[in-house]
């Protein structure tokens, strides 16, 4: 089972910033929460990461809460070509013989004019 | 620099042919993996390598085998094609604490 919950889909107006959610309640102490996205089937992209602390990119923001069990990625002022569905994962920092991550189905994000 | 580059981009099969995908990349990353994804769903993890020489299992690694003889190459082999094998197939690598680079992806149908 995925780790983390998302809406399945979500609309913003264009220029407006788009708020993603995630929840991941059973988040251990070494993993980060990861957000990639995926536009129209191509290969997932990274967006950003972060362990506790908020973090900002030329992407986006990631706001983690304090207790780290859920976080909200910000897209500022979204554009068209942000339409693509967002996966928000934990994964722990190291990589061992059960290494894995489990992608849940996404929120798909539909910018509007 | 091409990145993670997969070939075939698209690929139809019958049910019990035997096919190779491939998957190079230039960035002299040591962990590389496959995904698969079926429609409307997340990724599922089907083989992983953390350097030449070093292969393991994913969730999903029923059917498929790989190998990995070079830092460069990950190829993923079908041995028995099935339709339920029909989905988009993903490589990725990583370098330790580092995000996914993925490919663009081979479309596979298995008919």
């Known amino acids: 089972d995925a780790k983390t919950t998302q809406p399945p889909s979500m609309d913003c107006a264009e220029g407006r910033a788009a708020n993603l959610p995630c929840n991941h309640s059973?988040?251990?102490?070494?993993?980060?929460v990861y957000w990639y996205r995926q536009i129209h089937s191509q290969g997932p992209q990274y967006i950003i990461h972060?362990?506790?602390?908020?973090e900002t990119n030329e992407m986006a923001s990631l706001i983690i809460t304090e207790d780290r069990k859920s976080s909200t990625l910000i897209l500022p002022h979204a554009t068209l070509r942000d339409t693509a569905v967002y996966y928000c994962?934990?994964?722990?920092?190291?990589?061992?013989?059960?290494?894995?991550?489990?992608w849940g189905a996404g929120t798909k994000l539909i910018i509007k004019p | 620099n091409a990145g993670v580059t997969q070939t075939p981009k698209f690929q139809v099969l019958k049910t019990g042919q035997s096919m190779t995908l491939q998957c190079a990349q230039d960035?002299?990353?040591?962990?590389m993996s496959w995904y698969r994804q079926d429609p409307g769903m997340g990724l599922r993890l089907i083989h992983y390598?953390?350097?030449?020489?070093?292969?393991d299992q994913g969730e999903v690694p029923n059917g498929y085998n790989v190998s990995r003889s070079t830092t460069e190459d990950f190829p993923l082999r079908l041995l028995s094609a099935a339709p339920s094998q029909t989905s988009v197939y993903f490589c990725?690598?990583?370098?330790?604490?580092?995000?996914?680079?993925f490919g663009n992806g081979t479309r596979l149908t298995v008919t």
């Open positions: 059973t988040i251990s102490g070494n993993e980060y």
């Open positions: 960035m002299n990353h040591e962990y």
């Open positions: 990725a690598t990583q370098e330790l604490n580092s995000p996914l680079h």
């Open positions: 994962i934990v994964r722990a920092v190291y990589m061992d013989s059960n290494y894995q991550l489990i």
């Open positions: 390598s953390v350097g030449a020489g070093i292969t």
């Open positions: 972060g362990l506790k602390n908020n």
